[in-house]
């Protein structure tokens, strides 16, 4: 079956640790997103990568990093310089983002908690 | 720059019509999106208008006026599953569509 991946479901971070968040995608999407949702607030977009080996800054990038080694991965690293972790984390993808119309199909989430 | 706004919650009847607002202000705007959301799980999509009018897909309807900066999503013959938040977003044209999304609204469906 062909979707997006993302684990694990629940995550927990102490004080001053880094934490991965891994989504996979077998969709073969060009385009991959970090959104982070927070109660009472909209999905804001942290990273995005168009292609494999390049990626940008969304609106909320600081505290956190990403790679894009291969196609079908996109980790994101919340790392201790952001303050305020706690939220759930979605991963998404679409076929490419040459200008046209292009749905982004989710992944399931990952609940981060800060202990 | 940009600002979408919608209801923050509704209640509708089981079996009832429920229409949800959505206004934007956005420059370079090429489409808008609806996205169901359960709790707890990703949001699936559910429409997309880039033209004016009304697009028809079973017991969900979404219409899009880009004069007026507002959409509406049109829920029929309401079930209890139906029950979730519905996700206004608008793909902004750039060097990548960018959604902005609004903040949800969250729709409770009572017997």
């Known amino acids: 079956d062909g979707g997006i991946t993302q684990s694990p479901k629940y995550l927990f971070r102490k004080e001053g640790q880094n934490v991965t968040l891994s989504c996979e995608q077998n969709?073969?999407?060009?385009?991959m997103y970090w959104y982070r949702q927070d109660p009472g607030q909209g999905l804001r977009l942290i990273y995005y990568?168009?292609?494999?080996?390049?990626?940008q800054k969304g609106d909320i990038a600081e505290g956190y990093s990403v790679s894009r080694e291969k196609k079908e991965s996109f980790p994101l690293t919340v790392t201790s310089a952001q303050k305020n972790p706690t939220a759930f984390y979605l991963c998404?993808?679409?076929?490419?983002?040459?200008?046209?119309?292009?749905?982004?199909?989710f992944g399931p989430g990952t609940r981060l908690l800060v202990l | 720059g940009q600002n979408i706004d919608q209801p923050t919650e509704m209640t509708a009847t089981e079996g009832a019509i429920v229409q949800i607002n959505c206004t934007y202000q956005t420059s370079g705007f090429n489409g808008l999106f609806w996205y169901q959301q359960h709790a707890g799980e990703a949001p699936t999509f559910l429409s997309y208008?880039?033209?004016?009018g009304l697009e028809e897909k079973g017991r969900f309807s979404s219409f899009l006026s880009r004069s007026k900066g507002y959409s509406y999503l049109l829920l029929k013959e309401l079930q209890m599953k139906d029950s979730a938040s519905y996700l206004c977003a608008v793909s902004q044209r750039g060097n990548t569509d960018k959604l902005i999304f609004g903040t949800g609204t969250r729709l409770q469906v009572f017997p």
């Open positions: 998404a993808s679409s076929i490419d983002t040459s200008g046209g119309y292009e749905t982004q199909y």
């Open positions: 990568s168009q292609i494999v080996n390049d990626f």
């Open positions: 969709l073969n999407h060009d385009a």
């Open positions: 208008n880039v033209l004016d």
